[in-house]
């Protein structure tokens, strides 16, 4: 399952070599010559269940959330898995001057959260999706705020996604990027050194077939959700080696919690 740098490597060009990856464009390029050589000198990349990753057609994948960092980590992934990735982020993003045109430019997909219908903030993703696009989205909102970084509870988004264009559900764990940037600590502090193992994991397709064919409601999606957050979960609990909590930490509830106590 796990792979030696230099096995890492030369499955990467026997892999070019059989399935080359579909076209990535003038910028995602550019990230990709930037990215790559950069997380293979400063990382141990340890990457898993790749065959669970379809290469060709649209598709869903959620990852866990867990560092500022690990967006590197799961573009890598998706990148090694033969497919190019399109990732969900705010639109004030690509309004940006520079930012905004570099993402904008290498395919990333704006969510317009402005929106006064849920379906028209996903618009450009399920676009992208029936396009035949492998388009990312991170289930939980933010970073994890669990004390054990286990996946909270999740939002509807990538229920909505696939169940409006019929995609399959990928999940991907990933673990290590917090040894390199912890986040919500006070302060940034980026620790590169020693070089430190990430591991991604893709899990099988989320079986949301009791979900397909409905009406798209709001209880329907957030049924879908609790099976995509429960398959994803455990995706991390195989690839930590550890078993998942039962019930996933709220935030709101956490919050509300908060709030309450202070009053």
């Known amino acids: 399952m796990a792979e030696s740098s230099d096995q890492h490597q030369e499955a990467v060009v026997d892999g070019r070599q059989r399935d080359p990856r579909p076209r990535r464009g003038f910028w995602f390029g550019v990230i990709v010559v930037l990215v790559k050589p950069f997380m293979l000198t400063w990382t141990k990349p340890v990457f898993s269940g790749r065959e669970n990753m379809p290469r060709h057609g649209g598709v869903v994948f959620v990852p866990n959330h867990i560092s500022h960092f690990d967006p590197l980590v799961l573009g890598?992934?998706?990148?090694?898995?033969?497919?190019?990735?399109?990732?969900?982020?705010?639109?004030?993003?690509?309004?940006l001057p520079i930012l905004g045109r570099i993402i904008t430019s290498a395919g990333q997909i704006p969510v317009h959260r402005d929106s006064t219908q849920a379906a028209d903030a996903f618009r450009d993703a399920v676009a992208a999706v029936e396009r035949g696009e492998c388009v990312g989205v991170y289930p939980e909102g933010t970073i994890t705020r669990d004390p054990e970084l286990w996946p909270m509870t999740g939002k509807t988004g990538a229920a909505r996604i696939a169940l409006m264009t019929g995609a399959p559900v990928i999940p991907i764990a990933n673990w290590g990027a917090q040894e390199i940037l912890q986040s919500y600590t006070g302060r940034i502090r980026i620790r590169l050194l020693p070089r430190k193992t990430v591991m991604a994991r893709a899990g099988k397709p989320v079986d949301l077939s009791a979900f397909q064919g409905k009406p798209i409601t709001n209880q329907l999606l957030h049924e879908a959700t609790e099976v995509i957050m429960t398959a994803l979960a455990e995706t991390l609990g195989e690839l930590r080696g550890e078993t998942p909590p039962k019930e996933l930490f709220d935030l709101r509830k956490s919050r509300a919690a908060e709030r309450e106590e202070k009053e």
Do not use: Q, V
Request: hydrophobic residues 50%.
């Open 76 to 95: 890598f992934f998706i990148w090694e898995c033969r497919r190019i990735p399109r990732l969900l982020g705010k639109a004030s993003l690509f309004k």
